[in-house]
């Protein structure tokens, strides 16, 4: 496997060594996260129904692991087109456009006791109909642990969906204005060079 060599900003003559895994760590960082996420979920509640207080922390930093890899991971889209500053700017951007996807997250109706199971449509906004196709062609009764571990999973992967998305759209849009405006990276290059 050969790597790919990356000139350091500001520092002529230093390189970083780039592996041809780089783009996958982000998608296996957020499998690993939505896992984690719903083996936490229902290790600590051990009953049907939403998590305790107590893993709010853990909840808090699955969110923010989902937004960073989801933005990180079509990031291959726009390296070489835009300086590093450049693409940093670009990535915090699609983290932060990733907060309306939390408020429908976090924001979603209450369930009542013996009521229909909740939709990932209403947590999930893209893609919660998929995944509430799959959950109803699922032969898991509602309100079990299992039930749960599989809507937990769901529920995070669709939400790292959604950010990734969104950051495929902006850095396609973001590569688009580079290569309409040549000024852009030749803006870059004097940035990075000095």
Partial sequence: MSDRIIPVPGQPGRTIPRSRLSPVIPPLV???AC?????????????????????LPVFILMIVTLAVAGAATPLPLIT?????????????????????????????????AGGPAPLLADRVPIFGWFFDGIMSALPLAADTPAYNLVFSAFGALGFYLECVLVATLLYAALRLIVTRSPGIREEGHLDEDG
């Fill in 35 to 55: 896992v984690a996420w719903a083996c936490i979920v229902v290790t600590v509640s051990r009953i049907p129904g939403p998590a305790p207080q107590s893993v």
């Fill in 80 to 112: 070489g087109a835009v300086p590093v500053r450049r693409q940093r700017q670009a990535m915090l951007v699609a983290v932060a456009a990733s907060i309306p996807f939390v408020a429908a997250l976090l924001v979603n109706p209450d369930r009542w």
């Fill in 30 to 32: 957020a499998i690993i």
